[in-house]
């Protein structure tokens, strides 16, 4: 696999479509490095590392993305993600949230969807949760964006990820 191979991989209990930045071989090994332990944690970043050696684990690649899947991920779900924010933004109104929802990013199948938000104080978004799940029937997750919280939690998406955020 080279950098900028575009495939679908293993994602959170369902799949997602993934971009290869980085290849390195293992030494001594003419394999690429590729750790699929299902027993992890995650790092300081919120990557997936292996509890003994705090080795990244990547996803398991499954197979090569057809150029109407990449298509797919830059046009309509890039489109269904602007909306899902907009409309998660509206919720946080009715509920009198102190938060402000950043982005929106879908796994590829639709299966997960992750709200990027930024809040000065811990919030208690239970019933916001609820309501966005009755919304789009897809598994909820709510990630604190770094502004917030100092070094420890994922960095939302960048608008530049997807050429028509």
Same mark, same amino acid.
């Given at each position: 696999?080279?950098?900028?191979?575009?495939?679908?991989?293993?994602?959170?209990?369902?799949?997602?479509?993934?971009?290869?930045?980085?290849?390195?071989?293992?030494?001594?090994?003419?394999?690429?490095?590729?750790?699929?332990?299902?027993?992890?944690?995650?790092?300081?970043?919120?990557?997936?590392? *292996?509890?003994?050696?705090?080795?990244?684990? &990547?996803?398991?690649?499954? !197979?090569?993305?057809?150029?109407?899947? #990449?298509?797919? /991920?830059?046009?309509?779900?890039?489109?269904?993600?602007?909306?899902?924010?907009?409309?998660?933004?509206?919720?946080?109104?009715?509920?009198?949230?102190?938060?402000?929802?950043?982005?929106?990013?879908?796994?590829? *199948?639709?299966?997960?969807?992750?709200?990027? &938000?930024?809040?000065?104080? !811990?919030?208690?978004?239970?019933?916001? #949760?609820?309501? /966005?799940?009755?919304?789009?029937?897809?598994?909820?997750?709510?990630?604190?964006?770094?502004?917030?919280?100092?070094?420890?939690?994922?960095?939302?998406?960048?608008?530049?990820?997807?050429?028509?955020?």
């Amino acid at each position: 696999i080279n950098a900028e191979y575009m495939g679908i991989v293993e994602g959170d209990n369902g799949e997602d479509l993934g971009m290869v930045v980085h290849t390195w071989l293992a030494p001594s090994s003419s394999t690429p490095v590729v750790n699929n332990s299902l027993n992890s944690n995650r790092n300081s970043s919120g990557n997936d590392v *292996d509890p003994i050696t705090g080795d990244p684990i &990547y996803p398991k690649v499954l !197979r090569h993305a057809t150029s109407k899947e #990449v298509q797919h /991920l830059h046009n309509a779900q890039a489109q269904a993600e602007m909306k899902c924010t907009e409309q998660a933004r509206q919720k946080v109104i009715e509920h009198s949230l102190p938060m402000t929802i950043i982005d929106a990013e879908y796994q590829f *199948d639709r299966q997960k969807l992750t709200f990027y &938000y930024d809040a000065g104080e !811990r919030i208690d978004f239970r019933e916001l #949760v609820r309501d /966005l799940y009755k919304m789009y029937r897809a598994r909820i997750w709510m990630s604190k964006t770094r502004s917030s919280q100092g070094d420890e939690s994922p960095t939302p998406p960048s608008s530049s990820k997807r050429s028509s955020k």
